[in-house]
């Protein structure tokens, strides 16, 4: 039960002319027995919420950034009808700041035996589940001076998936995969170093490629063509350690790390390659094995969705030990992690070598783009010493990154936006070279 801001409105009113005219008992009474009788014949005829049936339907996905309409529908079963004032709880993270009162409160009118529906948009700043918080109703009766209340629980979720925004580079890459298939009508063959068909000899192609067998069975000569490998295993592996958490920009950089992995899964399985994920810290967070190549985008999305970093520090040889038993056969293994001193000299390195003798190893990592405006920053004391240790940092990167190239690692280093591209090109150069 609730009194409404009317009811008190009129109970102040109604003390003025008591307190000029009639003060004491006699006038408080005259005054406040009208008013309670008509609060109760209020809350009589206002619509009981406890009888009330609610149930949910609409989106149950959406991307980060994206808007979700989740829709509750009200049925009223009573002989009165329903006035009232809605609140949808979900989660803060389920709006952006300032904006939650607005999307999570409605005002709806159901008459008696009917139903009406109701539409709360979802923009959710966070990757993850959003569950659907208690629904409050507040009921009014005819005069406004009185409201019944009550909550229900409606379960719903709302799963918001990673925001992909790197697959506007994936048209520029497939183009490029398909000038390597020498599906492209291009001035060089394709190259690869997997046979793929015989055709004549052209004025320009490489004399190596002539198939003298062939050519003395006809009277033309015939070269051979190449494509880059297919069916070839990668599996992806992502450090949920602590170093995972530091925030680069507005997002930590696990999430630049997804965006990365996501457009090198959807590169790779357009190229006929089978794709996996690994999370890991120091237990399995996650492992995907074994999709289908039209399959294999929406599960790693899926599943990416819920992954947080842990703060924890990452076992490297669990995680090692874990990537072995995941590719037991040649593959190519994409580590996702940091170059840190400390976690790299003490963690990674000693373990490399058995990832490296059977595997080829490629490491991204994100760098912050603040840094980068530190070295630049001059003018006063502050910014000088600024971009002393900002350059100082990136030295020590660069030492990390030669350490894991003499051990025969690709390093594929940049800041979140160009992270995604150039690991893309990375591995297109590792089909080129036919070392995938």
Same mark, same amino acid.
């Given at each position: 039960?609730?009194?409404?801001?009317?009811?008190?409105?009129?109970?102040?009113?109604?003390?003025?002319?008591?307190?000029?005219?009639?003060?004491?008992?006699?006038?408080?009474?005259?005054?406040?027995?009208?008013?309670?009788?008509?609060?109760?014949?209020?809350?009589?005829?206002?619509?009981?919420?406890?009888?009330?049936?609610?149930?949910?339907?609409?989106?149950?996905?959406?991307?980060?950034?994206? /808007? !979700?309409?989740?829709?509750? $529908?009200? *049925?009223? &079963?009573? @002989?009165?009808?329903? =006035?009232?004032?809605? +609140?949808?709880?979900?989660?803060?993270?389920?709006?952006?700041?300032?904006?939650? /009162? !607005?999307?999570?409160?409605? $005002?709806? *009118?159901? &008459?008696? @035996?009917?139903?009406? =529906?109701?539409?709360? +948009?979802?923009?959710?700043?966070?990757?993850?589940?959003?569950?659907?918080?208690?629904?409050?109703?507040?009921?009014?009766?005819?005069?406004?001076?009185?409201?019944?209340?009550?909550?229900?629980?409606?379960?719903?979720?709302?799963?918001?998936?990673?925001?992909?925004?790197?697959?506007?580079?994936?048209?520029?890459?497939?183009?490029?995969?398909?000038?390597?298939?020498?599906?492209?009508?291009?001035?060089?063959?394709?190259?690869?170093?997997?046979?793929?068909?015989?055709?004549?000899?052209?004025?320009?192609?490489?004399?190596?490629?002539?198939?003298?067998?062939?050519?003395?069975?006809?009277?033309?000569?015939?070269?051979?063509?190449?494509?880059?490998?297919?069916?070839?295993?990668?599996?992806?592996?992502?450090?949920?350690?602590?170093?995972?958490?530091?925030?680069?920009?507005?997002?930590?950089?696990?999430?630049?790390?997804?965006?990365?992995?996501?457009?090198?899964?959807?590169?790779?399985?357009?190229?006929?390659?089978?794709?996996?994920?690994?999370?890991?810290?120091?237990?399995?967070?996650?492992?995907?094995?074994?999709?289908?190549?039209?399959?294999?985008?929406?599960?790693?999305?899926?599943?990416?969705?819920?992954?947080?970093?842990?703060?924890?520090?990452?076992?490297?040889?669990?995680?090692?030990?874990?990537?072995?038993?995941?590719?037991?056969?040649?593959?190519?293994?994409?580590?996702?992690?940091?170059?840190?001193?400390?976690?790299?000299?003490?963690?990674?390195?000693?373990?490399?070598?058995?990832?490296?003798?059977?595997?080829?190893?490629?490491?991204?990592?994100?760098?912050?783009?603040?840094?980068?405006?530190?070295?630049?920053?001059?003018?006063?004391?502050?910014?000088?010493?600024?971009?002393?240790?900002?350059?100082?940092?990136?030295?020590?990167?660069?030492?990390?990154?030669?350490?894991?190239?003499?051990?025969?690692?690709?390093?594929?280093?940049?800041?979140?936006?160009?992270?995604?591209?150039?690991?893309?090109?990375?591995?297109?150069?590792?089909?080129?070279?036919?070392?995938?």
């Amino acid at each position: 039960m609730a009194l409404t801001g009317r009811a008190a409105l009129i109970a102040a009113l109604g003390s003025v002319p008591v307190g000029i005219w009639a003060p004491g008992w006699t006038g408080i009474l005259a005054v406040n027995v009208p008013l309670a009788a008509a609060c109760a014949c209020d809350f009589a005829l206002a619509a009981p919420v406890r009888r009330l049936g609610l149930s949910r339907s609409g989106d149950t996905s959406a991307r980060l950034g994206d /808007t !979700a309409d989740v829709t509750l $529908t009200v *049925t009223n &079963p009573s @002989g009165r009808p329903l =006035r009232a004032r809605l +609140r949808d709880a979900w989660p803060p993270s389920s709006w952006q700041s300032g904006t939650e /009162t !607005a999307a999570s409160r409605h $005002t709806l *009118t159901v &008459p008696a @035996g009917e139903r009406r =529906r109701v539409t709360t +948009r979802l923009r959710p700043t966070r990757r993850g589940d959003r569950h659907a918080d208690r629904v409050t109703i507040r009921s009014y009766g005819p005069l406004g001076l009185f409201a019944r209340q009550g909550t229900h629980r409606v379960p719903w979720t709302v799963r918001v998936l990673p925001p992909f925004t790197s697959r506007k580079h994936l048209p520029s890459k497939l183009s490029r995969l398909r000038e390597l298939d020498g599906r492209t009508s291009v001035l060089t063959r394709g190259e690869g170093t997997e046979f793929d068909s015989l055709r004549e000899y052209v004025p320009g192609d490489d004399t190596r490629s002539i198939d003298w067998r062939a050519t003395a069975r006809q009277s033309t000569v015939a070269v051979r063509t190449w494509r880059p490998e297919r069916d070839r295993h990668i599996l992806l592996v992502l450090d949920t350690g602590r170093t995972s958490a530091g925030r680069v920009g507005d997002a930590p950089r696990l999430d630049a790390s997804m965006d990365a992995a996501l457009l090198l899964a959807a590169l790779a399985s357009r190229a006929g390659d089978r794709v996996d994920l690994l999370a890991y810290d120091r237990r399995v967070r996650s492992l995907l094995q074994g999709r289908t190549a039209g399959d294999v985008l929406p599960s790693l999305v899926d599943t990416m969705a819920t992954l947080e970093p842990e703060l924890v520090e990452t076992d490297a040889r669990g995680l090692t030990a874990t990537a072995l038993r995941a590719a037991p056969r040649r593959s190519l293994i994409v580590l996702f992690t940091t170059l840190d001193a400390a976690p790299v000299e003490e963690g990674l390195l000693p373990v490399l070598p058995q990832l490296t003798q059977r595997h080829t190893v490629v490491v991204a990592s994100v760098a912050d783009p603040h840094v980068a405006r530190m070295a630049e920053a001059r003018g006063h004391t502050d910014a000088v010493y600024e971009a002393a240790a900002a350059a100082q940092a990136r030295t020590e990167r660069r030492r990390i990154a030669d350490q894991l190239r003499r051990h025969g690692v690709t390093v594929v280093d940049a800041i979140p936006d160009d992270l995604p591209p150039a690991l893309a090109d990375a591995y297109l150069e590792l089909k080129t070279t036919g070392r995938l």
